[in-house]
């Protein structure tokens, strides 16, 4: 088992992200959109002990950063677990301007001190189709704005990893894997909508206990081939499950969906909060049918 | 196990190409792709498959059974004839071609070769675009008078210079490239169409509309009102909806949720995206691209040669009397 935040709160009601539907997405948006408001939600998760704070690498995300970096209680006690890339921006890039000009354009937003010495590296890999070199610097662009903070796990979108499973690419999953690891020191995670499939890919990699975010509610909501399968996979392997979409978008109410994590072999969850009355009650509901010890 | 080939290896070619491997009964041994950096990029990643820039070398050396093209929409035309012609099936992403003479040569020059052509109108494979139509056949809201459907995307805010906002290359604006996908799902719902009045306006783009709306009657005398856009702000990401209505009650179905009214507006049943996912073999970017790609696969399995390009045929023809109605701003029998 890998030592992580047993809670962590998710970062999609900050931005608008609902799978209900688009229109209930704007109204969390409305709600969120303003910094003072995430502070407040940042610092009412650490009064409950929640210290986990998952993050996507959204366009907002450096202002929110610089917000925790000035605020010492939040830089000092939250721990980032931070997804990516933000996969959206980049479905957008690729169908205006093709797959190259989306790498080169994200590379060359690369600023600070550094960017010479990064666009050089850069260069390097692109005379040499040195394609890993070119992920790698893609994953420093998008990990940039977390500097000075205490990033403890970086997980590699789902949209990705479903990808690279398609193609069964154990050298990139490994060359991901290293990289962090050595670079940010943090551990290494997997997002994945196909946690059966995915669980084997990790095990013929060699890396039989790893950090996996993957779905898992009463509904089968996002759990691929099935529900059943994906719960008996998570039971027969090693890895750390980390459970997003408990509530499978607002579709099963918090005490459901928390007694039904409670009958799996999962004990870490990524939570969402969209108002403090649903807040209070999911950390009472979670500390009661999860939480260890 | 079938041999395929992808023709265009961008964002689709990419998520069908790992799709196909997915399903355990496919293998992807070649790709085309006209960018040096996309071929040896993928090459360096994915030994095992095959490089070309040339589409006849990639047919003449790589023995397959199955080609996507998922080109941009001028090349269509070209790449699929030339799979066509070594006998291959092929699966043609969406829309079909850039104009309805070039659409109606793929479907016949297919039929002559004995060839399966299927093209990617994914939507349909959506669950509550399916549970709609299932809806609708059974009377659900009884005889069908009218619809309003819409399909929008936060995309174009700015002149772009890409082939998509060429009429040339692209054959259209958000109605050829998106709105399309809409278009489909009415004309599945509903049948043949009589006749069309639509208007359409450039915002950003300089050669191709932005937004285009239009009054589209069915021969059945159902009438749509039909509106798309790709530069609605707040859609980040790709938003239909479609508002049916029948004399015994309402249905409304978008990409991702399904409600059915009765008369006076109560909710007989309501399904939300998580209420619809049945899940699948793999799902990467959708369960409608899962879908869609098992049902490709269903196809090469059998014996039938009943496609959907005979329908993809048809959407042309309509986006043809759209713009054709909007250019003169005349209503158009179809």
């Given at each position: 088992m890998i030592n992580i935040d047993q809670v962590i709160l998710g970062d999609n009601q900050f931005f608008g992200v609902n799978h209900m539907s688009q229109d209930k997405g704007k109204e969390t948006y409305e709600h969120f959109k303003d910094l003072t408001e995430i502070k407040r939600i940042l610092n009412y998760a650490l009064s409950k002990g929640v210290k986990g704070v998952m993050f996507s690498t959204h366009p907002s995300i450096g202002q929110i950063c610089d917000m925790i970096r000035k605020e010492e209680y939040l830089k000092r006690n939250l721990n980032?677990?931070?997804?990516?890339?933000?996969?959206?921006?980049?479905?957008?890039?690729?169908?205006?301007?093709g797959i190259y000009e989306t790498i080169k354009t994200t590379l060359e937003s690369q600023k600070g001190n550094g960017r010479f010495k990064f666009m050089t590296k850069t260069l390097g890999n692109v005379i040499t189709l040195n394609?890993?070199?070119?992920?790698?610097?893609?994953?420093?662009?998008?990990?940039?704005?977390?500097?000075?903070?205490?990033i403890k796990a970086v997980f590699l979108h789902n949209a990705l990893c479903d990808l690279i499973l398609g193609y069964n690419m154990k050298n990139v999953l490994l060359s991901y894997d290293d990289y962090i690891r050595t670079q940010y020191n943090a551990i290494p995670g997997y997002g994945t909508l196909n946690y059966v499939a995915f669980a084997n890919f990790l095990n013929k990699c060699g890396l039989n206990e790893s950090l996996v975010m993957t779905a898992v509610n009463k509904n089968g909501f996002l759990m691929n081939p099935s529900r059943d399968k994906v719960t008996d996979a998570i039971n027969e392997n090693k890895h750390t499950v980390l459970a997003m979409a408990t509530l499978a978008s607002g579709s099963i109410m918090p005490q459901e969906a928390y007694e039904y994590i409670a009958t799996t072999q999962v004990r870490n969850v990524v939570v969402g909060l969209s108002s403090q009355k649903h807040a209070d009650e999911t950390f009472e509901i979670i500390s009661k049918n999860i939480l260890r010890g | 196990m079938y041999n395929v080939g992808i023709i265009g290896f961008g964002k689709m070619g990419i998520l069908h190409g790992a799709l196909l491997n997915g399903t355990g009964r496919a293998n992807l041994v070649a790709i085309c792709d006209k960018s040096l950096v996309m071929r040896w990029g993928f090459k360096r990643v994915y030994p095992s498959v095959k490089v070309f820039e040339n589409i006849e070398k990639m047919l003449e050396q790589s023995n397959l059974d199955l080609v996507i093209v998922a080109t941009p929409t001028f090349n269509h035309m070209e790449s699929a004839l030339k799979c066509i012609d070594k006998g291959c099936h092929v699966f043609i992403e969406k829309p079909l071609a850039i104009n309805y003479e070039q659409a109606e040569t793929i479907?016949?020059?297919?039929?002559?070769?004995?060839?399966?052509?299927?093209?990617?109108?994914?939507?349909?494979?959506?669950?509550?675009?399916?549970?709609?139509?299932q809806i609708i056949e059974a009377q659900g809201i009884g005889h069908i008078i009218s619809a309003k459907a819409c399909m929008y995307i936060a995309d174009v805010f700015e002149a772009y210079s890409g082939w998509r906002y060429c009429k040339e290359t692209s054959g259209g604006g958000v109605l050829m490239d998106f709105g399309i996908h809409m278009l489909d799902e009415i004309c599945w719902y509903f049948g043949k169409i009589d006749s069309v009045q639509a208007t359409s306006k450039r915002i950003y783009s300089k050669e191709v509309e932005d937004e285009l709306n239009a009054v589209i009657n069915f021969k059945n005398g159902i009438k749509v009102i039909f509106d798309t856009s790709w530069s609605k702000e707040n859609y980040r990401?790709?938003?239909?909806?479609?508002?049916?209505?029948?004399?015994?009650?309402?249905?409304?179905?978008?990409?991702?949720?399904?409600?059915?009214?009765?008369?006076?507006?109560?909710i007989i049943e309501e399904y939300t995206y998580p209420q619809l996912y049945p899940g699948a073999f793999m799902d990467i970017g959708g369960l409608n691209y899962s879908y869609q790609i098992a049902t490709l696969i269903e196809l090469m399995d059998s014996q039938c040669k009943t496609t959907n390009i005979q329908d993809a045929v048809y959407d042309q023809f309509i986006v043809e009397k759209l713009y054709e109605s909007s250019e003169k701003n005349i209503l158009i029998t179809c």
């Open positions: 980032f677990y931070v997804n990516v890339p933000y996969i959206i921006k980049y479905v957008s890039m690729v169908t205006e301007m394609h890993m070199g070119i992920l790698k610097r893609l994953i420093d662009v998008e990990l940039a704005p977390f500097y000075d903070l205490n | 479907r016949q020059t297919a039929e002559k070769k004995g060839v399966k052509v299927q093209v990617g109108y994914c939507n349909r494979f959506c669950p509550s675009i399916t549970k709609g139509k990401k790709s938003y239909s909806k479609l508002e049916i209505n029948g004399d015994r009650g309402k249905l409304i179905v978008t990409d991702q949720t399904l409600v059915r009214y009765d008369l006076e507006e109560n």
